[in-house]
């Protein structure tokens, strides 16, 4: 596609229960990156991917949170158990290569645990 | 440890007026240091980066910055802002010691607002 694309854009679900975000990068991006964005928290990253290299997990906040990148395109953020807490936008975004610093992000998925 | 600060959470100015955002850096190697933009209901927009080369770096909507490797900052600037300037800024760096060090740090943003 044109751009990095994320859905849903919104998704209220209630506490305790799993969600799914999905990120579709750009075509032949190697990177793609999950970040958080709290109200006044700026972004918090999570979790990186590229290529073929064991993904960077270490800003995922606790073992609820979980990534996987499937034949190294789509995404799938999941969270487990949602607590209040998890309530936040999250963004996707992605690069070509590691010749290129430039990230493109995603509209973001807005996520409300209810 | 990599971070970013960026000490303001909102800056005013009037239209016609200069426009500074601050940011400072704390990277243990060499800074790739970065600035984005986030309009209302939008995704975030690459604006401009600095690798090496020239301190100040020009960038997109006439918008750029000036790198400081003793202040460790790196401000972003414009001449004379607009009212449709009024976003979200991140600033943003990481440690340019490997190509596996991907991971961006980025501010907690500051808000723009451009009165006409």
């Known amino acids: 596609g044109a751009g990095v694309s994320q859905s849903p854009s919104n998704k209220v679900t209630e506490k305790g229960k799993d969600v799914e975000l999905r990120c579709d990068p750009i075509?032949?991006?190697?990177?793609l990156y999950w970040y958080r964005q709290s109200l006044g928290q700026g972004l918090e990253f999570l979790i990186y991917?590229?290529?073929?290299?064991?993904?960077?997990k270490s800003g995922l906040p606790s073992d609820r949170f979980s990534a996987e990148r499937t034949g190294g395109s789509v995404s799938t953020l999941t969270i487990q158990r949602t607590q209040q807490e998890d309530s936040a936008v999250y963004l996707c975004?992605?690069?070509?290569?590691?010749?290129?610093?430039?990230?493109?992000f995603g509209s973001g998925t807005q996520l409300s645990v209810l | 440890a990599q971070s970013v600060a960026q000490p303001e959470d909102q800056v005013n100015v009037a239209e016609g007026n200069p426009l500074t955002v601050k940011c400072t850096y704390s990277?243990?190697?060499?800074?790739?240091l970065f600035w984005y933009v986030q309009y209302p209901n939008r995704g975030l927009q690459f604006l401009l980066k600095?690798?090496?080369?020239?301190?100040l770096v020009k960038g997109s909507y006439g918008f750029e910055a000036e790198f400081n490797k003793s202040q460790t900052s790196f401000h972003l600037k414009k001449p004379s802002a607009l009212v449709s300037d009024s976003a979200l800024y991140f600033c943003?760096?990481?440690?340019?010691?490997?190509?596996?060090?991907?991971?961006?740090?980025f501010g907690r943003g500051t808000q723009l607002t451009v009165w006409p």
């Open positions: 975004a992605s690069r070509s290569g590691t010749s290129t610093e430039k990230l493109f």
């Open positions: 600095y690798i090496t080369g020239d301190n």
């Open positions: 943003a760096v990481r440690d340019g010691r490997g190509s596996t060090l991907g991971r961006l740090y």
């Open positions: 075509s032949g991006h190697t990177a």
């Open positions: 991917f590229q290529g073929n290299s064991a993904p960077d």
């Open positions: 990277v243990s190697g060499n800074p790739y």
